[in-house]
Protein backbone atom coordinates (compact mmCIF):
# COMPACT_ATOMS: atom_id res chain seq x y z
CA UNK A 1 0.00 0.00 0.00
CA UNK A 2 1.56 3.62 -0.68
CA UNK A 3 1.79 6.38 1.55
CA UNK A 4 -0.10 9.62 0.53
CA UNK A 5 0.08 13.73 1.88
CA UNK A 6 -2.89 15.74 1.05
CA UNK A 7 -1.74 19.23 0.54
CA UNK A 8 -4.56 21.39 0.83
CA UNK A 9 -3.72 25.08 -0.51
CA UNK A 10 -5.67 27.27 -3.05
CA UNK A 11 -2.87 28.61 -4.52
CA UNK A 12 -1.56 26.66 -8.09
CA UNK A 13 1.88 26.91 -7.10
CA UNK A 14 1.90 25.27 -4.30
CA UNK A 15 1.44 22.01 -5.65
CA UNK A 16 4.70 22.93 -8.55
CA UNK A 17 6.50 24.38 -4.88
CA UNK A 18 5.95 20.35 -3.37
CA UNK A 19 6.46 18.74 -6.29
CA UNK A 20 10.15 20.90 -6.54
CA UNK A 21 11.06 20.11 -3.17
CA UNK A 22 10.19 16.73 -2.47
CA UNK A 23 11.08 15.17 -6.34
CA UNK A 24 13.64 12.91 -5.38
CA UNK A 25 11.09 10.98 -2.86
CA UNK A 26 8.39 10.89 -5.20
CA UNK A 27 10.32 9.72 -8.10
CA UNK A 28 11.63 7.26 -5.25
CA UNK A 29 8.48 6.32 -4.44
CA UNK A 30 8.61 6.71 -0.86
CA UNK A 31 5.20 8.70 -0.88
CA UNK A 32 2.77 10.46 -3.15
CA UNK A 33 1.70 13.54 -2.68
CA UNK A 34 -2.16 15.11 -3.93
CA UNK A 35 -3.14 18.13 -4.16
CA UNK A 36 -6.73 19.95 -3.27
CA UNK A 37 -7.40 23.36 -4.16
CA UNK A 38 -10.46 23.49 -1.94
CA UNK A 39 -11.72 22.40 1.63
CA UNK A 40 -14.41 20.47 -0.06
CA UNK A 41 -12.25 18.73 -2.43
CA UNK A 42 -9.71 17.97 0.58
CA UNK A 43 -12.69 16.58 2.40
CA UNK A 44 -13.61 13.94 -0.58
CA UNK A 45 -10.20 12.71 -1.13
CA UNK A 46 -9.87 12.22 2.80
CA UNK A 47 -13.00 10.10 2.61
CA UNK A 48 -12.02 8.36 -0.66
CA UNK A 49 -8.46 7.44 0.32
CA UNK A 50 -9.14 3.65 1.02
CA UNK A 51 -6.23 2.47 -1.82
CA UNK A 52 -3.66 4.45 0.02
CA UNK A 53 -2.45 5.01 3.35
CA UNK A 54 -2.57 8.52 4.79
CA UNK A 55 -0.20 9.52 6.34
CA UNK A 56 -0.74 13.31 6.80
CA UNK A 57 -2.82 16.51 5.90
CA UNK A 58 -1.10 19.77 5.43
CA UNK A 59 -3.86 22.52 4.55
CA UNK A 60 -3.64 26.15 3.99
CA UNK A 61 -5.29 27.90 6.78
CA UNK A 62 -6.96 31.46 4.48
CA UNK A 63 -9.08 29.74 1.77
CA UNK A 64 -11.76 30.97 0.14
CA UNK A 65 -15.11 29.38 1.03
CA UNK A 66 -14.43 26.99 3.81
CA UNK A 67 -10.62 27.92 5.31
CA UNK A 68 -8.43 25.41 6.31
CA UNK A 69 -9.49 25.85 10.34
CA UNK A 70 -13.29 25.10 9.34
CA UNK A 71 -11.55 21.68 7.25
CA UNK A 72 -9.62 20.82 10.36
CA UNK A 73 -11.95 19.65 12.57
CA UNK A 74 -14.11 17.97 9.31
CA UNK A 75 -10.60 16.49 8.18
CA UNK A 76 -10.00 14.74 12.04
CA UNK A 77 -13.39 13.80 12.14
CA UNK A 78 -13.19 11.55 8.89
CA UNK A 79 -10.01 10.27 10.01
CA UNK A 80 -9.00 11.02 13.19
CA UNK A 81 -5.92 8.98 12.95
CA UNK A 82 -4.63 11.49 10.25
CA UNK A 83 -2.26 14.44 11.48
CA UNK A 84 -3.06 17.56 10.39
CA UNK A 85 -0.38 20.04 10.03
CA UNK A 86 -1.86 23.76 9.23
CA UNK A 87 0.41 26.40 7.25
CA UNK A 88 -0.41 30.06 7.33
CA UNK A 89 1.55 33.18 5.80
CA UNK A 90 -0.31 34.83 9.08
CA UNK A 91 1.59 33.29 12.29
CA UNK A 92 -0.77 34.93 14.75
CA UNK A 93 -0.51 33.79 17.91
CA UNK A 94 -4.42 33.91 17.59
CA UNK A 95 -4.72 31.85 14.83
CA UNK A 96 -2.03 29.48 15.97
CA UNK A 97 -4.27 28.88 19.21
CA UNK A 98 -7.27 28.11 17.28
CA UNK A 99 -5.59 25.49 15.20
CA UNK A 100 -4.25 24.02 17.75
CA UNK A 101 -7.45 23.63 19.55
CA UNK A 102 -9.04 22.20 16.82
CA UNK A 103 -6.64 19.34 16.64
CA UNK A 104 -3.73 20.34 14.31
CA UNK A 105 -0.75 18.49 14.88
CA UNK A 106 1.20 22.30 14.37
CA UNK A 107 0.67 25.06 12.68
CA UNK A 108 3.84 25.98 9.78
CA UNK A 109 4.29 29.93 8.70
CA UNK A 110 4.90 30.49 4.64
CA UNK A 111 7.43 30.20 3.87
CA UNK A 112 7.52 26.55 4.77
CA UNK A 113 10.89 25.16 6.24
CA UNK A 114 11.01 22.25 4.00
CA UNK A 115 14.01 21.08 5.95
CA UNK A 116 11.50 20.81 9.69
CA UNK A 117 8.60 19.59 6.94
CA UNK A 118 11.27 17.00 5.45
CA UNK A 119 11.81 15.53 9.39
CA UNK A 120 8.10 15.91 9.98
CA UNK A 121 7.17 13.71 7.32
CA UNK A 122 9.88 11.30 7.69
CA UNK A 123 8.68 10.44 11.16
CA UNK A 124 5.09 9.76 9.55
CA UNK A 125 6.76 7.10 7.29
CA UNK A 126 8.67 5.89 9.48
CA UNK A 127 5.73 5.07 11.88
CA UNK A 128 3.40 3.78 8.98
CA UNK A 129 6.22 1.28 8.15
Given amino acids: MSLLILVVDDE ?3 ELLFRQQFR ?10 EFAQS ?16 ILILSDVNMPGMS ?9 NLRPDV ?4 ITAYGDADTKRRALESGA ?9 FVALRE ?4 RIGRAA
Fill in 120 to 123: EIDM
Fill in 39 to 54: APTALERIADAVDVTL
Fill in 12 to 14: PDI
Fill in 68 to 76: GLELLPKAR
Fill in 83 to 86: PVIM
Fill in 105 to 113: EALLTKPID
Fill in 24 to 33: RDLRAGRFAM
